[in-house]
T-cell receptor, first 113, second 114 residues
Framework: GAGVSQSPSNKVTEKGKDVELRCDPI?????LYWYRQSLGQGLEFLIY????????KSGLPSDRFSAERTGGSVSTLTIQRTQQEDSAVYLC???????????FGPGTRLTVL | EDQVTQSPEALRLQEGESSSLNCSYT??????LFWYRQDPGKGPEFLFT???AGEEKEKERLKATLTKKESFLHITAPKPEDSATYLC???????????????FGQGTILTVHP
């Protein structure tokens, strides 16, 4: 596609359930990033991939968060045993290579009841 | 630790009233400073990348400049459609623990009244 796509656009879940968020980067972009934006907060970096590997996972808020990228393309962010504080907009971005400008998707709004 | 501070937090302008947004940064080994625009309910939209002090870039009514400590986004004769949140972000040079990430400021909410 022409831009970064994310699905679902909205997700409402109950506390304790697992959720999977998907990101489809711009074709040909080797780097992929996940950020979180909470109400009134700035964008918080979570993790990035260069190809299929994630050199640094220290931005993930807890061990309930994990991410993978397969085939150098689609990425999935999984949150296990969701908590109310996980409610936020999860944004995915991609860039041609790591230090280039990042292009963002529309985000997934996650609400944990 | 990388820090990015944007000011003001909010700015209200009349249509045609030019102004500037500020982004101050502290980072070891700047690899790039980025400006984004974010409309409500949407992801950030890329505007500019600046790499070295003295560099300037322009796009329509927007002009971004960079010094060793800060960047300015100048808005000339703004229109209501320029209303949005403007975000500044820095990319740290290699050697940091997360050199793939952008560190964002809190943003400036710009409102342009007709």
């Amino acid at each position: 596609g022409a831009g970064v796509s994310q699905s679902p656009s909205n997700k409402v879940t109950e506390k304790g359930k697992d959720v999977e968020l998907r990101c489809d980067p711009i074709s040909g972009h080797t780097a992929l990033y996940w950020y979180r934006q909470s109400l009134g907060q700035g964008l918080e970096f979570l993790i990035y991939f260069q190809g299929n590997s994630a050199p640094d996972k220290s931005g993930l808020p807890s061990d309930r968060f994990s991410a993978e990228r397969t085939g150098g393309s689609v990425s999935t962010l999984t949150i296990q045993r969701t908590q109310q504080e996980d409610s936020a907009v999860y944004l995915c971005a991609s860039s041609l290579v790591v230090f280039n400008e990042q292009f963002f998707g529309p985000g997934t709004r996650l609400t944990v009841l | 630790e990388d820090q990015v501070t944007q000011s003001p937090e909010a700015l209200r302008l009349q249509e045609g009233e030019s102004s500037s947004l500020n982004c101050s940064y502290t980072v070891s080994g700047l690899r790039g400073l980025f400006w984004y625009r974010q409309d409500p309910g949407k992801g950030p939209e890329f505007l500019f990348t600046l790499y070295s002090a003295g560099e300037e870039k322009e796009k329509e009514r927007l002009k971004a400049t960079l010094t060793k400590k800060e960047s300015f986004l100048h808005i000339t004769a703004p229109k209501p459609e320029d209303s949005a949140t403007y975000l500044c972000a820095v990319h740290q040079g290699a050697g940091g623990t997360s050199y793939g990430k952008l560190t964002f400021g809190q943003g400036t909410i710009l409102t342009v009244h007709p």
